[in-house]
């Protein structure tokens, strides 16, 4: 079992609709937690950067890290055709080595 | 990019030959990393520096080399290239204060190997 899973997708969804990405993990000794983007051919860009439980809102994006249930997550509000993207979540227990989840594909249809 | 450069961008080599990735950071940031990105895989950490001449291994370091001569430069080396190493490559550096560090990704290195 990979220490952090997230489903692959595609996940594709029209124009304007709230996209929900989820990522889960197995380590309890995990506090950060992170949201990456990565457009095609181009290296991943940090979104969202959480530490423990709790919620945090940049924008349209919004990151919930519930760490009773090992439940990582990204909401996207106002979805927009540039937000097709493969978004990776990404957890790390302080060691400065993050563990990385497979990545979901997003299409948001114009 | 956050300041990271890697060289070269694209390089397609053959079995056997040595094959050496450069990453330049223009900021005195004390972690660096390699990272590996195949489908089905995500990103994978191959090695770590935590300082000039200070490296460690990550979960698929096998077949790799890394050096950190200067605080600015790690290189990735395969000794000896096979076709299980072509991928995209990524080099990262760690930003913050040591409670909230963050990664930063370079723009990657496709390798093809024959």
């Known amino acids: 079992q990979k220490e952090v899973e997230q489903d692959p997708g595609p996940l594709s969804v029209p124009e304007g609709a709230i996209v929900s990405l989820n990522c889960t993990y197995s380590n309890s000794a995990f506090q950060y937690f992170m949201w990456y983007r990565q457009y095609s051919r181009k290296g991943p860009e940090l979104l969202m950067y959480t530490y423990s439980s709790g919620n945090k809102e940049d924008g349209r994006f919004t990151a919930q890290v519930d760490k009773s249930s090992k439940y990582i997550s990204l909401f996207i509000r106002d979805s927009q055709p540039s937000d097709s993207a493969t978004y990776l979540c990404?957890?790390?227990?302080?060691?400065?080595?993050?563990?990385f989840g497979t990545g979901t594909r997003l299409k948001v249809l114009a | 990019d956050a300041g990271i450069t890697q060289s070269p961008r694209h390089k397609v080599t053959e079995t056997g030959t040595p094959v050496t990735l450069r990453c330049h950071q223009t900021?005195?940031?004390?972690?660096m990393y390699w990272y590996r990105q195949d489908p089905g895989h995500g990103l994978r950490l191959i090695h770590y520096s935590y300082g000039v001449k200070d490296t460690d291994k990550g979960e698929v370091s096998d077949g790799y080399s890394v050096s950190r001569s200067k605080t600015e430069d790690f290189l990735l080396t395969l000794e000896s290239a096979t076709s299980s190493q072509t991928s995209v490559y990524f080099c990262a550096i760690s930003v913050g204060d040591g409670a909230t560090d963050t990664q930063y990704f370079g723009p990657g290195t496709r390798l093809t190997v024959l």
């Open positions: 900021e005195n940031h004390r972690y």
């Open positions: 990404a957890a790390d227990s302080g060691t400065y080595k993050y563990i």
